[in-house]
């Protein structure tokens, strides 16, 4: 389950440029999730966040 802190988004889109699914996009300047459903949690988006803006929560199964 992905989550955007639209406090800390500056809007730089590097989360967007790098998911390989296109699950994030953008809206009034900040990051976005469009597709969750198709996020396949790579962690990539949260890795690279220079604000920590976005966090990965990974459900145990």
Known sequence: MLYINE????????????CPKKVL???????????EDQCISCGIC???CP???IHLRRDRE
């Not at 406090?7 to 967007?16: A, L, N, V």
């Not at 996009?25 to 597709?35: D, P, T, V, Y």
């Open 7 to 18: 406090k800390f988004c500056k809007g730089c889109d590097i989360c967007i440029d790098l």
């Open 51 to 53: 604000d920590f803006a």
């Open 46 to 48: 949260e890795n690279m």
């Open 25 to 35: 996009g953008k809206s009034l300047g900040k990051a976005k999730i469009l597709n």
